[in-house]
């Protein structure tokens, strides 16, 4: 059973950052990946960045290139979103998510999940 639950969401002016975390139960394979994902009010989910769990290699989205930093810990239980200079557009709720590798035409990511979290709110103000 796998169970992923988001932390570290919250209000933050305009160039500040954020740490997001997912805490992460469950088995992994070789071909696991984890990914961040944001939706905001009226848009489409979007992917934000990826990690192929065994080698941690990693991708990220145009939009947050240079802003935001996608990483695990050693025993990759614990997913982390390092987000910083942040803009009004980041606003969104940002979920976790555990997939298989492979690319993702929906997200434009190469990680295809099939486990979600609940979910994070980050709001970000001008």
């Known amino acids: 059973q796998v169970q992923l639950v988001e932390s570290g969401g919250g209000s933050v002016q305009a160039g500040g950052s954020l740490r997001l975390s997912c805490a992460a139960s469950?088995?992994?394979?070789?071909?696991?990946?984890m990914a961040w994902f944001r939706q905001a009010p009226g848009k489409e989910r979007e992917g934000v960045a990826s990690?192929?769990?065994?080698?941690?290699?990693?991708n990220v989205a145009d939009s947050v290139k240079g802003r935001f930093t996608i990483s695990q810990d050693n025993a990759r239980k614990t997913l982390y979103l390092q987000m910083s200079v942040l803009k009004p557009e980041d606003t969104a709720m940002y979920y976790c998510?555990?997939?298989?590798?492979?690319?993702?035409?929906?997200?434009?990511?190469?990680?295809?999940?099939?486990?979600w979290g609940q979910g994070t709110q980050v709001t970000v103000s001008s």
């Open positions: 990690i192929y769990s065994s080698f941690g290699n990693t």
């Open positions: 998510a555990r997939g298989i590798v492979g690319y993702s035409s929906d997200y434009g990511l190469p990680c295809r999940p099939n486990y």
């Open positions: 469950g088995s992994i394979s070789e071909n696991t990946c």
